[in-house]
C-alpha cells in the first residue's frame, strides 16, 4: 500500500469536506449569537485566576457553556465530553478550539455546570432566548399546550424502611453517620418513584409550555415524578396565553376556573366509569387533540436526537438546572430548524 505524504492542507480539506456533507454544530454556530450570554454566565461563575507562577488561567465562560450544551445535546459524561472534545474535530470546531489549546478536563466541566446549578442562571438564559424568540415573531400565543414527561435519573437501592422515611421527608439515622458521609453524598432524597402505563420510573417530572405554532418551549418547571401532571398547569400560565390545549389529566373543574381571562380552555374532556364519553365529546376531543399533540413531537426530539430523557445528576436543585439545559438545547436545534426552513 503506498503511503501518502500529509499536506499542508489536509485539515482545512477534512473540515470542508465535514461542511460539505452537513455539519449540524456548524450550522448551529451560524444561528445563534453565543455572546448574548455571556454576562449572565460572568456574573453566575465567580472565576478566581491562578495567579500562582505557572498557574492555568480559568476557560471562557462562553466556550465552557457551549461544552455544556454538547454534553446535553448528545447525553454524554463529564469524562466522555472530554474525550469527545479532544477526539472529534467537529466538537473542536464548534467550541473555537485548535489542536494547539488545551480542553477542559471532566472535573473542570462538573464544577462549570455545578456553580451555575448553585444559582438561578439556567432561568435567567431560557428568559433571555425566549426574548430573542418573541423578538422574531416565532412565539406566536395562537394556541398554549401544556404536559409533562418523566426525567429518569439513576435508580436509588434503598430498604424499604429508608425508602418510607424518604417519602416522609426524613434523612435515615445510619446515612447522618460521619463515615457515610460519602454514602449520603449518593443519595437521591428528592427523586420519586412513579408508574405509568405499566413503567416504571425514578425521577422527576419536566412540565413544559409551548407555542403550538413553532413547538417551541416557553416556560417550563421541575417536580418530583410522583407529582399529577396537572399539579403545574395553572403556574405554567400567563395572561397572553389565548387557547389551551391539553390531554385528559388536565381536566377538572380547579383548573378551568383559574384559567388566565380571557384564555380558551380546549382541554380535552375525561370519561368516567358508567359516565363514558358521548360521541360528540369524542368527536370535540379528536379535534383538539390534532393540535394537542404537537408537544410529543418535543419530547419525541429529546428521546431520539437528544439521545434520551435522563440525567446523571443527584438531587432537586440540579434537576432544575439539567432539565432546564434540556429544554433550553431543544430550544436552539428547533430554533436552527425554523430558521433554516424559513430561508
Not at 452537513?22 to 495567579?51: C, H, P, Q, Y
Not at 439513576?154 to 429508608?162: C, G, K, L
Not at 380558551?264 to 383538539?288: A, F, V
Not at 432539565?323 to 424559513?342: D, H, P, Q, W
Request: charged share 35%.
Amino acid at each position: 500500500m503506498k503511503i501518502r505524504q500529509r499536506s499542508f492542507f489536509d485539515e482545512e480539506s477534512r473540515m470542508e469536506k465535514l461542511s460539505k456533507i452537513g455539519d449540524s454544530l456548524e450550522i448551529l454556530n451560524k444561528v445563534i449569537n453565543w455572546e448574548m450570554f455571556r454576562d449572565i454566565l460572568k456574573k453566575a461563575v465567580v472565576r478566581k485566576e491562578n495567579t500562582r507562577k505557572g498557574g492555568r488561567t480559568s476557560y471562557d465562560v462562553v466556550m465552557m457553556f457551549k461544552i455544556l450544551v454538547l454534553q446535553r445535546l448528545y447525553n454524554l459524561s463529564d469524562d466522555q465530553t472530554e474525550y469527545q472534545i479532544n477526539d472529534r474535530r467537529s466538537f473542536m470546531r464548534f467550541l473555537g478550539l485548535e489542536l494547539c489549546d488545551s480542553v477542559p478536563d471532566a472535573k473542570t466541566i462538573w464544577k462549570f455546570r455545578n456553580d451555575l446549578a448553585q444559582t438561578n442562571a439556567m432561568e435567567e438564559l431560557f428568559c433571555l432566548f425566549d426574548k430573542i424568540l418573541e423578538s422574531e415573531g416565532l412565539i406566536t400565543h395562537k394556541g398554549t399546550i401544556i404536559d409533562a414527561t418523566f426525567v429518569d435519573v439513576p435508580r436509588q437501592r434503598n430498604r424499604r424502611d429508608e425508602n418510607d422515611k424518604i417519602k416522609n421527608g426524613e434523612i435515615p439515622e445510619e446515612w447522618e453517620k460521619p463515615e457515610n458521609a460519602a454514602k449520603k453524598a449518593q443519595k437521591d432524597t428528592d427523586a420519586r418513584w412513579a408508574k405509568k402505563n405499566n413503567e416504571t420510573h425514578f425521577g422527576y417530572k419536566d412540565h413544559v409550555k409551548c407555542d403550538a405554532e413553532s413547538k417551541l418551549i416557553t416556560n417550563y418547571g421541575i417536580t418530583d415524578a410522583a407529582l399529577h401532571d396537572s399539579q403545574r398547569c395553572i403556574d405554567l400560565l400567563e395572561e397572553t396565553d389565548k387557547v389551551v390545549y391539553a390531554d385528559s389529566a388536565y381536566s377538572s373543574s380547579e383548573i378551568e376556573e383559574n384559567l388566565p381571562k380571557d384564555c380558551i380552555s380546549k382541554i380535552c374532556e375525561k370519561g368516567y366509569r358508567n359516565h363514558p364519553l358521548t360521541e360528540e365529546q369524542q368527536k370535540s376531543n379528536n379535534e383538539k387533540s390534532k393540535i394537542r399533540c404537537r408537544v410529543e413531537h418535543i419530547f419525541g426530539f429529546m428521546t431520539n436526537s437528544m439521545n434520551g430523557i435522563r440525567i446523571r445528576s443527584i438531587g432537586l436543585d440540579r434537576a432544575w438546572f439539567n432539565i432546564g439545559l434540556m429544554n433550553l438545547v431543544y430550544n436552539f436545534c428547533r430554533y436552527e430548524f425554523l430558521k433554516r426552513a424559513s430561508a
